[in-house]
């Protein structure tokens, strides 16, 4: 079996609302896995049951094998849960190559042992520049997060949580505020990291979907109505009908 992440029969109810309705879905392992849907279908719901902030009514979701139905967010990190976090979590007066340290550094739990730790620190900053030699951010590695444009920051996020080594990284929206040539970048940073861990993305942005997707889930009133490749997607008259009716016109 090589799903990393396997929800079954999931089913969250805010009052009278259901916001996730019976969802099924799996991850497998190095897939590129979309979740689409319009406005309040129930994505951002999803995502939080995944990464533990919302406990779900009913269901299972297994993480590599594991039930983490009702595990804590830490433990599911344990397990190799990423997630991109809003922008925010990155430290503003601080440079891009030690925002990239300190994210290794706490990787390891900052617990090796004393004898160790000069070799250790080497490791992290030969592990930061290779980090930087592979992306958009190498000419911009001493440059401070605050001074960065935003495009920068979000593949600055990406590149943090791509190295705390997740088997599956959760990204929600990570195109939203981008420019056409901003949103490029972010797409072949995203392709460039396809096989280092399977990712669960949620995007409205069509083209990026259509380019990286393996599979794609439509989410539409907390249920998925429909799952495959791009070309099934583009070609179902359900989703044409409840989502991309409208580009189409
Ligand atoms: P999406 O991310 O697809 O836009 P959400 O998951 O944010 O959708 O929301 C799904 C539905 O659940 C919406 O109708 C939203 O208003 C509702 N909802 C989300 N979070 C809460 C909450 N904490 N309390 C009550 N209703 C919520
Ligand atoms: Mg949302």
Sequence with gaps: MSHVLEISGLVKTFGGLTATDYVSLTVDTGEI???????????STLINQICGEIIPNAGHIHLAGRDVTRLPPAERVA??????????SLLDDMTVRQNLGLAIQAREGGNFRILDRASRRAE?????AEILRSGTLGARADVRVADLAHGEKKQLELA???????????LDEPMAGLGHVESQQ?????QAARGECAMLLVEHDMEAVF????RISVLVYGRVIAAGSADDIRAN????????GEEDA
């Design 33 to 43: 896995h979309a979740l689409i849907g319009p406005n309040g279908a129930g994505k």
């Design 79 to 88: 397990l190799g849960l990423g997630r991109t976090f809003q922008i925010t």
């Design 186 to 190: 972010m797409i072949e940073a995203l």
């Design 124 to 128: 992290v900053w030969d592990e930061v």
């Design 237 to 244: 008259p359900a989703v044409r009908e409840a989502y991309l």
């Design 211 to 214: 380019a990286l997707a393996d």
């Design 160 to 170: 943090m949580a791509l190295s705390q080594r997740p088997r599956l990284l959760l």
